[in-house]
């Protein structure tokens, strides 16, 4: 069992993962196909692992049902939800015409509707952000409005504005978002090495 | 057989970053020596944790909504770090999932954290929810509720950072995020009392537990990144002066 739970996993990660990154540095005849078909084979995962999802909601949302819980009505919108969707995609196919319906009418405006909600969350978190506490809340202030005043009515009266937008967003801020990023890919290449030698096994329950 | 073309120096790279990863950590073994730098994010997850016992009121912790990478398993030493606090003060964790395939990683995680606080009687597995990609309204809706009194966002994250980090401030919960998508780093350096950024989120687990792997990556880590800034100015510098040598040298 303990072999099942903690070996077997690094052993599969490493044999995967090498085969992939050895396809990015030698030309193997045979090899880019069957690294290919490794990355591929993740969808297959996440289909299981969809599985467990799905689970894991019908068990929460039957507790909740069972034990009467306020809001309950929400438990049977979210069951009854999955079970239309689950039914109509296997009846209908997902590429079906009342699939798709149910998709256009249901998720997508209420996606929308979530994504449209970021403009108030994003007012008010500028508002907390723009409260100048010290320094650096000062320098994020004086920023943001020379971003904000490079654009429309306000670049005419003042015309030096987009000049000095365009300078912190080519200059400091393009310079501060590579450091990021060449830190942060240096990072994720050190953290993929120690799970592929099965060095790091946090995901496992375990440490290092 | 051969060495693909534009992969030599990728490979070099990993040649040097397995060297000294290999030299910091015996080193480290060896002497027990080490420097990191104190990530102030750190403190405040259990500074979060201590404010909720005293309230009584829960944690919530998110992936964001972003595919499984690299991020996630940086997440997963900072969750196994707050679950053993949370085990510890008897502190309840509420978890917000997009993914399902961070369900049963994130359950393994919990549960070992309670383990080994000797309390595995107390983990609820209900405290961990998948709600699925759409998981945002949910996810505030569960941070509102729920009252809760800190607010964790570490991995992948996109728009759901503001809007998790808005709900949560309306509770006054102290509040930690990271996350290595540069686009994210602004909402949640406007909303979160302390940040990871990109890298750091990495070297949060140095922090927390200084093994000698741990400290040979961050090591090694450092070392490439100080290497990398020589060479973009002295790229620079070239490119400047007309010569292309070291672009084509790394096009090898």
């Not at chain 1, 987009?162 to 967003?169: F, G, R, S, T």
């Not at chain 2, 991020?71 to 679950?83: D, G, I, N």
């Amino acid at each position: 069992m303990q072999f099942l739970k903690n070996q077997l996993p690094v052993v599969v990660t490493f044999v995967a993962a090498v085969t992939i990154v050895l396809n990015f540095y030698v030309d193997i005849p045979g090899l880019e196909t069957v690294s290919n078909e490794l990355v591929r084979w993740n969808v297959v995962l996440a289909a299981f692992a969809l599985i467990l999802g799905i689970g894991n909601i019908i068990k929460l949302h039957l507790k909740k049902i069972v034990r009467h819980e306020p809001d309950v009505f929400y438990s049977y919108v979210t069951l009854g939800t999955l079970a239309v969707f689950i039914i109509v995609g296997v009846v209908d196919t997902t590429e079906g015409s009342t699939y798709q319906w149910l998709w256009d009418s249901i998720l997508l405006p209420l996606e929308s509707t979530m994504y449209a909600t970021t403009m108030f969350f994003i007012t008010s978190a500028a508002y907390r952000a723009f409260r100048v506490k010290n320094a650096y809340a000062a320098v994020l202030m004086v920023s943001a409005i020379l971003m904000m005043l490079r654009v429309g009515i306000f670049a005419s009266f003042m015309p030096f504005t987009p000049d000095v937008a365009a300078w912190i967003w080519d200059i400091p801020n393009t310079a501060g978002m590579r450091a990021v990023v060449v830190g942060t890919a240096l990072s994720l290449a050190g953290n993929a090495f120690r799970i592929i030698t099965g060095l790091e096994r946090g995901h496992l329950g375990g440490g290092t | 057989m051969g060495f693909k073309t534009g992969s030599g120096f990728h490979l070099l790279v990993l040649i040097a970053y397995i060297a000294i990863f290999v030299y910091a950590s015996s080193r480290f073994r060896r002497t027990g020596e080490v420097y990191v730098r104190e990530l102030e994010g750190v403190k405040k997850i259990e500074e979060g944790i201590g404010r909720a016992v005293e309230m009584g009121r829960p944690v919530h912790w998110s992936y964001g909504t972003g595919a499984f990478d690299a991020q996630h398993m940086a997440a997963f030493s900072l969750l196994s770090y707050a679950a053993k606090l949370c085990a510890q003060y008897d502190c309840r964790m509420i978890l917000s999932i997009a993914l399902p395939e961070l369900v049963p990683m994130t359950d393994e995680i919990i549960r070992k954290a309670y383990s080994e606080a000797g309390k595995p009687n107390q983990y609820n597995p209900d405290d961990i929810r998948f709600l699925g990609g759409s998981h945002n309204a949910a996810m505030i809706g569960t941070i509102a509720r729920e009252k809760v009194a800190a607010n964790f966002m570490f991995g992948s994250l996109f728009y759901e950072s503001v809007l998790g980090v808005e709900a949560a401030a309306m509770n006054n919960a102290i509040q930690v995020a990271g996350t290595a998508n540069t686009h994210q780093l602004p909402f949640i350096a406007a909303g979160c009392d302390s940040i990871f950024i990109g890298a750091e989120m990495f070297a949060a687990a140095t922090q927390i537990e200084p093994t000698p792997v741990r400290v040979g990556s961050t090591y090694a880590e450092d070392w490439i990144t100080r290497t990398m800034v020589v060479l973009m100015i002295i790229g620079s510098l070239m490119v400047t002066f007309g010569s292309d040598a070291l672009i084509r040298l790394m096009k090898l």
